[in-house]
T-cell receptor, first 114, second 112 residues
Framework: SQTIHQWPATLVQPVGSPLSLECTVE??????LYWYRQAAGRGLQLLFY??????ISSEVPQNLSASRPQDRQFILSSKKLLLSDSGFYLC?????????????FGSGTRLTVV | GNSVTQMEGPVTLSEEAFLTINCTYT??????LFWYVQYPGEGLQLLLK?????DKGSNKGFEATYRKETTSFHLEKGSVQVSDSAVYFC???????????FGKGTTLSVSS
């Protein structure tokens, strides 16, 4: 069966520090991968999606970047965190060509920038 | 463009009450529609889905019917439990399949 892993679960980082969040999927190949952010009191915002290794599409210009170094690995990064980067970050995957059946989400990383 | 509008709540109910959370959408064509649930401190879980008009999605006593005429996908449950307390998100997948677009979420609080 397919599983998605995100880590760390919780992170407290000072302003100006770098960030690296990792997401991996098991039990499938060539998934579509997504990073979403949920800020306090707000809905879910799509940040990046990827349809293959090295292929990244950015939905919102911001202080973050994403990379997909391997087929089932998706990384969210920042060189210098801002206070506004605080939020709940969710990774998700879906089978290419079967997006109409929904996305599966990881358990999320709660990031607090202080 | 594509968008989802849902009642923001919070919705506060007593146990065994009837639940309706309204959701309407704007989209090109006939997108698949979803309800996701987020329990406190957790990620999102798919609750139910409908992939075409007049489909009814159901799971754990929750139901929603894809209404093309009214572009709606309202979530209902006949008798809520305390354990149903969570945030509920209505969503659609865009025509290109590259994004799941969410409403702002509705917080449900059920008391015993």
């Amino acid at each position: 069966s397919q599983t998605i892993h995100q880590w760390p679960a919780t992170l407290v980082q000072p302003v100006g520090s770098p960030l690296s969040l990792e997401c991996t999927v098991e039990g499938t190949s060539n998934p579509n991968l997504y990073w979403y952010r949920q800020a306090a009191g707000r809905g879910l915002q799509l940040l990046f999606y990827s349809v293959g290794i090295g292929q990244i599409s950015s939905e919102v210009p911001q202080n973050l970047s994403a990379s997909r170094p391997q087929d089932r690995q998706f990384i969210l990064s920042s060189k210098k965190l801002l206070l506004s980067d605080s939020g709940f970050y969710l990774c998700a995957w879906t089978t290419t060509g079967r997006e109409e059946y929904g996305y599966t989400f990881g358990s999320g990383t709660r990031l607090t920038v202080v | 463009g594509n968008s989802v509008t849902q009642m923001e709540g919070p919705v506060t109910l007593s146990e065994e009450a009837f639940l309706t959370i309204n959701c309407t959408y704007t989209a090109t064509g006939y997108p698949s529609l979803f309800w996701y649930v987020q329990y406190p401190g957790e990620g999102l879980q798919l609750l139910l889905k409908a992939t075409k008009a007049d489909d009814k999605g159901s799971n754990k006593g929750f139901e929603a019917t894809y209404r093309k005429e009214t572009t709606s996908f309202h979530l209902e449950k006949g008798s809520v439990q305390v354990s149903d307390s969570a945030v509920y998100f209505c969503a659609l997948v865009n025509q290109a399949g590259t994004a799941l677009i969410f409403g702002k979420g509705t917080t449900l609080s059920v008391s015993s």
